[in-house]
Structure formats: C-alpha cells, structure tokens
C-alpha cells in the first residue's frame, strides 16, 4: 500500500523550459513534504519542503505546489537546466514525533541541452 | 566538512554472514536514522534513533540491530545476511531544530549472495 505515489518514473525536458514533476499521496495525516535530488552514487539532498498549512513555497527556481483536497503536490523547475538532471523523490511526514519520512519511488529527470 | 560518512561503499555477504555498517556524522545531529533503497522503491526507514542511548524500529527493521553510544556514531548491524537484505543502504542525521530536514550519507550497496 504505497502512501505517496510518483506516477511518472521518468521525465524528459528541454533546457530553459519548464519541468514539472507530480506527487500524489493517500495518508490524510501527513502534514510535512519534502522533495529530495539523487545523483548516482550519491546520497538524497534535501531541496525545498512544505508545510500543510501553506499551497506554494518558492526557493530560487525551485516551486513546489501543495492541494491539500486533492492530495496532490508538484514540484515545478524553471528554468530547467542540464545540472538537474537526477532522481526526484517525494516524501511525506506525520505530525507528530515519529522520524519516518514516507517516500516515493522517485521520478528520473533529464534536462537536455 | 564531511557531513554523513558511510562505510564501506560495497560490500559482498554470503548468506549467514554477519557485518556491521559503519555511519558517522560531524554536525552533533541528535537525530540519526537508516534507510534502505531496492529497485524501483522509494527508501524505506529501518531503525532510527533520537540521542545517545535511544533507538526505535522503523517500517523494515527484522534483521537488522542498532545502538547509539554516542552522538556522533550509528552502526547497522545485520544478524544473519540473507539475499532479501540486498539492497543500498542510507543513514541520514538531521539538528532537533531542523524539523523534517534529514541529511544523508552516499551511500552503502550491499549484496548477499
């Protein structure tokens, strides 16, 4: 029973345009996302999170877009750039003081020059 | 500035074999935490921990021990190596302060034959 899904396992955009890489989840007691950037051979690094309480958090080209009716989040990437190229995952948090973040399978952007 | 240290990189088991994977961090996070990563999935936590001396089970810990004696250190420790444990370890620490935001090590792939 996966809670967070990212439907889309790959994604392919033009550099300079705009990627935009969905998250769906079902636990209606998440209250905290966070998308996260895998290089091969690397460890995830955090990128931009939101809280349940807010619909939009901006961070430099980073825009992520929280519906809480929908269950739906995006993360949107403008301009896109060769450079963020990686796997995407989307994860989610309970309230509460439990540290296990849920995540989901991930979604491979490549941004072609 | 080395942040999360894993070791070893790689590792080949042979089935019933013990081994522990080494995770270290610099930052004085209290809060440690592993995950493991299969194919096609998204991490999944194992065992995590909130200080020295406090460890708790996760979504998948069957198999796998924890201890915490210090800050700084949070070995994984798999009992009896089975071929379901091959997979791409990650241990991620994060400040008590920075809520959600867990920062990861690069990585340990492991492989029982």
């Known amino acids: 029973d996966q809670q967070v899904k990212q439907n889309s396992p790959s994604l392919s955009v033009q550099e300079g345009r705009i990627s935009i890489l969905n998250c769906d989840y079902t636990?209606?007691?998440?209250?905290?996302f966070l998308w996260y950037k895998k290089y091969p051979a690397e460890g995830p690094t955090f990128l931009i999170s939101?809280?349940?309480?807010?619909d939009k958090n901006e961070d430099g080209r980073f825009t992520v877009f929280l519906n809480k009716s929908a269950k739906h989040l995006s993360l949107h990437i403008v301009p896109s750039q060769p450079g963020d190229s990686a796997v995407y995952f989307c994860?989610?948090?309970?309230?509460?003081?439990?540290?296990?973040?849920?995540f989901g399978k991930g979604t491979k952007l490549t941004v072609n020059p | 500035n080395a942040g999360v240290t894993q070791t070893p990189k790689f590792q080949v088991l042979k089935t019933g074999q013990s081994m522990t994977l080494q995770c270290a961090q610099d930052?004085?996070?209290?809060?440690m935490s592993w995950y493991r990563q299969d194919p096609g999935m998204g991490l999944r936590l194992i065992h995590y921990?909130?200080?020295?001396?406090?460890?708790d089970q996760g979504e998948v810990p069957n198999g796998y021990n924890v201890s915490r004696s210090t800050t700084e250190d949070f070995p994984l420790r798999l009992l009896s190596a089975a071929p379901s444990q091959t997979s791409v370890y990650f241990c991620?620490?994060?400040?008590?302060?920075?809520?959600?935001?867990?920062?990861f090590g690069a990585g340990t792939r492991l492989s029982v034959l």
């Open positions: 991620a620490s994060r400040p008590s302060l920075a809520k959600n935001i867990q920062y």
């Open positions: 994860a989610a948090k309970e309230e509460g003081g439990s540290e296990k973040l849920v």
């Open positions: 636990n209606s007691m998440f209250d905290y």
């Open positions: 930052m004085n996070h209290e809060y």
């Open positions: 921990s909130v200080g020295a001396g406090i460890t």
């Open positions: 939101i809280s349940s309480i807010k």
